[in-house]
């Protein structure tokens, strides 16, 4: 039987224009980013595969030189069937390795500092360090079902899946979620970060490029997943201002109050672009606290009351020995509430006692 050449087939000329088609969309974002952050865990990235590779190519070309030099047909190839140990291999069969897991670990543990979210830039790049003058953007970051609101406290505007910073700025982000987890990620930027209902992340990253760049969320959250993304422009100073003012034009009369949000946050898909000219101040704190509805009560107001002991007994400050029907029992002389979280005529002195160093 004769085997025709693979690209001589039809089915592979047929499917070889596709291929370079579909080969042709991929965008290589991730490796060639715009943004310092990203292009520093792109450099990690390589660094260890190339450190993997210095292990994986010896052993597949050893693989097949051993499979074809000790092949059945070749009667030259050395017989030593008592043969079982050789220090020299062993000595390179486990160094080798050794010295390239010592080499990861390393690397990884410095860049896992180097280039932890929480922690504020250093530089712009790799040849012009940080300006000591350099005043962060700050960005409000909230994932909702299923779109993306960004807060600009600083600025007074937000907007809903559209988000802009100026070029070799550093910007803050402080991410949070409305109902579920998802991961804000802007491939161009930085790495993904995830968003989670009463808890606050943060990104500390800069976009060194002009340009409008993909943003999405990397995290299952839903139906309206697949459509939970936004663009990102990276933007000069000048143009930037200019982006800000259009938010206030545009969004003239449109207010981010807690209600708009409540209102905001109820699930849609393929929601467009919007713009707020007013935001409340106070909205993202509440959002994390889980009360922008104001009849709830907020976690901290929570976190504070099951500090002091609860809400039973143990956490009630104010207990007292009554008799009652001829036996003396515990009763409750004072109760602490959410304005007074430790049951005493005078709050304030309560919680400083409370904190007080011993």
């Not at 085997?3 to 070889?16: D, F, S």
């Not at 897991?101 to 830039?121: E, M, N, Q, Y």
């Not at 003012?245 to 209102?263: D, F, H, I, P």
């Not at 409750?332 to 002195?349: F, I, K, Q």
Request: proline share 7%; hydrophobic share 45%.
């Amino acid at each position: 039987m004769t085997i025709k050449p693979l690209q001589r087939t039809p089915l592979a000329r047929a499917a070889l224009p596709l291929l370079t088609l579909m080969l042709g969309g991929c965008d290589m974002v991730v490796m060639n980013p715009s943004g310092d952050i990203a292009a520093q865990q792109a450099d990690l990235v390589r660094t260890a595969t190339y450190l993997m590779l210095l292990i994986i190519v010896p052993v597949i070309l050893l693989t097949l030189l051993f499979a074809w030099r000790y092949r059945a047909s070749n009667k030259n190839a050395p017989y030593t069937p008592d043969w079982d140990h050789s220090t020299r291999l062993e000595l390179v069969i486990w160094g080798a390795p050794l010295l390239i897991i010592i080499a990861l670990g390393a690397v990884t543990w410095i860049s896992t500092h180097k280039l932890d979210p929480f922690r504020p830039l250093e530089r712009l790049d790799a040849q012009r360090p940080l300006p000591a003058d350099a005043k962060p953007l700050v960005v409000q970051a909230v994932a909702l079902d299923w779109k993306w609101l960004f807060i600009y406290p600083e600025q007074g505007v937000a907007t809903v899946n559209e988000l802009a910073a100026p070029v070799d700025r550093p910007i803050r982000f402080h991410i949070s979620s409305s109902t579920v987890m998802n991961t804000f990620y802007v491939p161009a930027l930085a790495g993904m970060i995830y968003a989670m209902p009463g808890m606050e992340s943060q990104l500390n990253a800069v976009i060194n490029q002009a340009g409008v760049y993909e943003g999405l969320s990397a995290n299952y959250s839903g139906d309206g997943f697949s459509h939970m993304r936004f663009k990102f422009h990276g933007l000069s100073d000048a143009d930037f201002d200019a982006w800000v003012q259009r938010n206030r034009t545009e969004g003239q009369g449109q207010v981010l109050s807690r209600e708009a949000y409540l209102k905001l946050e109820q699930p849609s898909e393929r929601e467009p672009v919007r713009r707020f000219s007013q935001v409340d101040p106070k909205l993202f704190e509440a959002i994390i606290g889980r009360c922008v509805d104001s009849s709830k009560m907020c976690l901290h107001q929570m976190m504070a009351i099951d500090a002091a002991g609860g809400g039973g007994k143990g956490g009630i400050d104010g207990l007292t020995r009554r008799n009652w029907r001829g036996t003396e029992r515990t009763a409750v002389a004072a109760l602490c509430t959410p304005t007074n979280l430790y049951g005493e005529a005078d709050p304030l002195r309560a919680i400083n006692a409370a904190t007080a160093q011993p």
